[in-house]
């Protein structure tokens, strides 16, 4: 037990550790305040473009594979005649 709480420090708190590294690094380096205004500065003539929204909606479709595999894997756990079966999954 105490070598699983060990891990799960090691696993969350390494990962923050060098994003804070890279981020630091990243911050240091020359033109890194142009790369931040391009970041938050957002260009609305891309709005217009089929491409975008194209990509966009293929974005959103990606995302929610997982919901919906996640889904039917728990709905797979009840019996056949469980009535709550598509409330639950809503």
């Known amino acids: 037990k105490n ?15 060098l994003l804070v590294i890279i981020f630091c690094k ?16 957002p260009d609305m003539s891309h709005l217009t473009k089929a ?13 929610l594979s997982p919901a919906m595999g ?7 756990y009840h019996e056949k005649s469980y009535d709550r079966l598509l409330q639950d999954n809503l």
């Open 3 to 17: 070598v699983l709480g060990k891990i799960a420090y090691f696993t969350v708190l390494f990962p923050v550790l």
């Open 70 to 76: 996640t889904a039917i894997a728990m709905s797979s």
């Open 51 to 63: 491409n975008t929204w194209s990509a966009a909606a293929s974005q959103i479709l990606f995302s």
């Open 26 to 41: 990243a911050v240091t380096l020359e033109g890194a305040g142009d790369g931040v205004a391009y970041y938050i500065t």
